[in-house]
C-alpha cells in the first residue's frame, strides 16, 4: 500500500490546482484520476475568464496557481469584458485551445515535483483512525484510505475530493439518458454511497453543454465578427496576449422559439425526465425562450475550440432536446441555416454535497483532514472550481503539516467571497461568481489582485523568486507614481491638459493628483506631456481608477473594517445556540446547522437577524467577561 501526504480524487480544475499547490507545499501528492485523458478538460466552452471569472483567474494567479499561465500559452483570442460599465467590473477573457490547454496541464502535473499521476477511478473511501488518535480531530490524527474500482488501496493524511460533475454522472439527450460524464468520458459511481456513509447530505444539480458544429457550415457573412483587443494576458508573468482567431455574434429568431415551444413536451427539464436543479445563470435554450417569452432573440457566440480542428463551440444554445429537434434548432439561427452538428448538445446530472458542511479552509467540519472542491461543493464554472481547488490545497498540506488554515476573506478577494457564500449560506441552485455577489468590487478589481494577494502567495510558499521580483519591480514602479502625483504641474502644462479634457483652465497649476481626479482628465493626457514615461500600460490605468475613485475607495475600505470587526468575533465551535436567550428558534436552527466561525459568517446566513447578531455580541462579551472572572 503506498501512503502520501495529500491525495486529490479527480484532475478538473479544482484538482489539478489543488495538487500542484500542495506538491509546491513540500507534501508528498497524488492525484488520481478516472482518465488521465480528461486531465483538465475543457468540457463546454474552452474559455477560461469573463464576467467575474476573470478576477478569480487573475487571484488564482496572484497567489501562484496555475490556471493563467496554461491559459497564456493556450489563447486563440483575448478580450476585456465590460469597458463600457467602468473599472470595478473589467473582467479579462480568453478563447483558448481545448485539447492545447488539457496537453500544458497534464504536462505541468507531470512536470512539477513530489506529484504522482495514476489513472483509475477511485470508488472507497475510509478513514482510519490512527492508535490514539480521534476520528473527529482537527489534528491529523487520522488517515484516509483510497480504494479503485481495480482494488488498488492508498492512504493519506488529508483527502481532497475534487470530482467535479463527474460523481454518479447522467447525461440526457431528449429521451435518451445515460449513465455517462461529459464528452463520453466514464463517470465516478462509487463514491456517493461512501459519502452518505460519512454522514453527507447529497444533492442532484445539473448543467449541460451545446453542440459543436463544423466550420465549413457556417455563413459568417450573416453574423456579426468580434475581434480580439489589446487587453493583457490573464498572468502578470507575462506581457502581451495572444490574437490568432476571431470569434462570431449571431441570434436567435422567431423561428428558433416556435420550434421549442412546438416540441417542449420533448425537453428533459419539462417531461420530469431531469430532477437535477440547473444552473439559473446559464440556462438552455429551452429554458430561455420559455423563461423569457417577451424576448424576440437571445445572442449566440461561434467561438473555436482550437487551432487543429474545425469544430465550432455554439455558446448559448445548450440544450437537452432530441438530436432531430436539436439540428432543427440550431437551423434557424442566422449564419446557421445548414449547420453541420459534429457533437449534440446534452444536459448532464450529478451529485454534490451541501457545502454548509465546509468550514472556511473547505474542509469538512466532522471530518478532519477530508476536504472538498469545485462542483461537488455545488459551484459552477472553470474559473469557481480551479479557485477552490487552490485554496483546497493549500489548506490539506497546512493539515498535514499542523499548520492553522489558510482562510480567504470576502474582502480580500472574489475567491473568498465565493468560498464564504457557499459555505456560510449553501447553495439551492449551482454555484456562479459574479461581479454583483461582491460588495467591494471596486477594490477587489481585476487590475490589482497582484497588490491584495502576492504578499499571500509569497509568505505560503506558492510565489517563486521570479514572480516575486517582478510584483517587487511593480511596487517600486507604484510608490514612484503616488510621490509623483502630489508634484504640482506649470500653469501652462496643466491648461493644455485641461484644454484637451474640455475643461476650464487654471492660473495656478494643479497637481497630477488633482488633475486626474476630474471625470473627463485621462492619464494618457498626462503620459503624452512627459509625467509617468516608462509605466506598462495597465499599472497607469490601474493607479488612474485609484485616484478618480478615492472616495469611494475610502468608503469601502471604511466598511471593510466594520465587517473585519464582526469576523474577528469568534464563535466557540460546538456551541448550542438553542441554549443562547434571546435568540430566534430559526436564527438558533440555522447557526446549529451551519456553526459559523464568527460573527461576520453568522449575519450572511439566511434566517439570521441584525437583531440575532446583536444578541450574540453580547452573548460573547459576557462569555468572555465570565472567563476573565475565571467563573
Not at 477573457?93 to 490547454?101: E, F, L, S
Not at 509623483?484 to 496643466?494: F, K, M, R, V, W
Request: aromatic share 6%; net charge positive.
Amino acid at each position: 500500500m503506498d501512503f502520501f501526504d495529500v491525495i486529490v480524487i479527480g484532475a478538473g480544475h479544482a484538482g489539478c490546482e489543488a495538487a500542484v499547490a500542495a506538491a509546491k507545499l513540500n507534501c508528498k501528492t497524488l492525484v488520481l484520476a478516472a482518465n488521465l485523458d480528461a486531465v483538465a478538460f475543457l468540457a463546454c466552452n474552452p474559455s477560461i475568464g469573463g464576467t467575474a471569472k476573470g478576477q478569480i483567474v487573475k487571484e488564482i494567479d496572484a497567489l501562484g496557481g496555475q490556471m493563467a499561465l496554461i491559459a497564456d500559452k493556450c489563447t486563440l483570442q483575448m478580450r476585456m469584458l465590460n469597458k463600457s460599465k467602468g473599472p470595478a467590473v473589467y473582467s479579462p477573457r480568453a478563447q483558448v485551445d481545448k485539447n492545447a490547454y488539457h496537453a500544458e496541464f497534464k504536462k505541468c502535473l507531470e512536470q512539477t515535483p513530489g506529484l504522482s499521476l495514476r489513472q483509475g477511478e477511485a470508488v472507497k473511501i475510509k478513514k482510519i483512525v490512527k492508535q490514539g488518535g480521534s476520528a473527529d480531530s482537527s489534528r491529523p490524527d487520522a488517515l484516509w484510505q483510497v480504494e479503485t474500482a481495480a482494488g488498488e488501496k492508498y492512504r493519506c493524511v488529508s483527502l481532497v475530493v475534487a470530482t467535479g460533475v463527474y460523481l454518479s454522472s447522467k447525461i440526457f439527450v431528449g429521451s435518451y439518458n445515460k449513465k455517462q460524464g461529459p464528452n463520453g468520458f466514464a463517470g465516478c459511481y462509487g463514491l456517493s454511497a461512501y459519502l452518505k456513509k460519512l454522514g453527507f447530505e447529497l444533492r442532484r444539480f445539473k448543467t449541460g453543454t451545446p453542440a459543436r458544429i463544423h466550420r465549413r457550415s457556417v455563413d459568417f457573412s450573416a453574423t456579426e465578427r468580434q475581434e480580439g483587443d489589446e487587453s493583457l494576458p490573464l498572468s502578470y508573468l507575462n506581457g502581451q496576449a495572444t490574437n490568432k482567431r476571431e470569434c462570431y455574434l449571431t441570434y436567435t429568431t422567431p423561428e428558433t422559439k416556435e420550434v421549442i415551444l412546438r416540441h417542449k413536451e420533448k425537453a428533459p427539464i419539462y417531461n420530469g425526465s431531469i430532477r437535477g436543479v440547473g444552473p439559473r445563470y446559464c440556462p438552455s435554450i429551452e429554458d430561455k425562450v420559455i423563461r423569457f417569452a417577451d424576448k424576440e432573440r437571445h445572442q449566440i457566440f461561434l467561438e473555436p475550440e482550437g487551432e487543429d480542428t474545425e469544430e465550432i463551440y455554439v455558446a448559448g444554445l445548450s440544450s437537452s432536446m432530441p438530436v432531430c429537434v436539436q439540428r432543427e434548432i440550431i437551423r434557424t439561427v442566422k449564419g446557421l441555416e445548414n449547420a453541420e452538428i459534429m457533437r449534440d448538445a446534452y444536459a448532464i446530472e450529478y451529485d454534490c454535497i451541501d457545502p454548509t458542511e465546509l468550514d472556511s479552509s473547505l474542509m469538512s467540519k466532522r471530518h478532519g483532514g477530508l476536504f472538498f472542491a469545485g462542483q461537488i461543493c455545488g459551484t459552477s464554472g472553470y474559473e469557481e472550481a480551479a479557485g477552490q481547488g487552490l485554496v483546497a490545497g493549500i489548506n490539506a498540506a497546512r493539515f498535514f503539516k499542523k499548520q492553522p488554515p489558510f482562510v480567504l476573506s470576502r474582502n480580500s478577494s472574489y475567491i473568498g467571497v465565493l468560498i464564504d457564500d457557499i459555505t456560510a449560506k449553501g447553495v439551492d441552485e449551482p454555484y456562479r461568481m459574479m461581479t454583483g455577489r461582491a460588495e467591494h468590487r471596486l477594490i477587489l478589481r481585476q487590475d490589482n489582485a497582484d497588490l491584495r494577494l502576492t504578499p499571500l502567495g509569497r509568505e505560503l510558499g506558492l510565489v517563486d523568486d521570479q514572480r516575486y521580483e517582478k510584483f517587487s519591480e511593480r511596487l517600486k514602479r507604484l510608490e514612484y507614481m503616488k510621490k509623483s502625483a502630489e508634484i504640482a504641474l506649470s500653469p501652462d502644462t496643466a491648461n493644455r491638459i485641461l484644454a484637451q479634457a474640455g475643461e476650464k483652465p487654471t492660473d495656478n497649476g494643479a497637481t497630477i493628483s488633482a488633475l486626474l481626479k476630474r471625470p473627463a482628465v485621462r492619464i494618457e493626457m498626462l503620459v503624452n506631456e512627459g509625467v509617468f514615461s516608462g509605466i506598462p500600460q495597465n499599472e497607469l490605468e490601474s493607479f488612474e481608477t485609484e485616484i478618480k475613485y478615492a472616495g469611494y475607495i475610502a468608503k469601502a475600505e471604511a466598511q471593510m473594517k466594520s465587517q473585519a470587526a464582526l469576523e474577528a468575533k469568534k464563535l466557540p465551535q460546538g456551541t448550542d445556540f438553542r441554549l443562547i436567550k434571546g435568540l430566534k428558534n430559526e436564527a438558533a436552527l440555522k447557526l446549529n446547522k451551519i456553526a459559523p466561525e464568527n460573527l461576520l459568517r453568522a449575519s450572511e446566513i439566511s434566517g439570521v437577524s441584525p437583531a440575532d447578531i446583536q444578541v450574540l455580541s453580547v452573548w460573547l462579551a459576557l462569555r468572555s467577561r465570565n472567563e476573565d472572572k475565571g467563573d
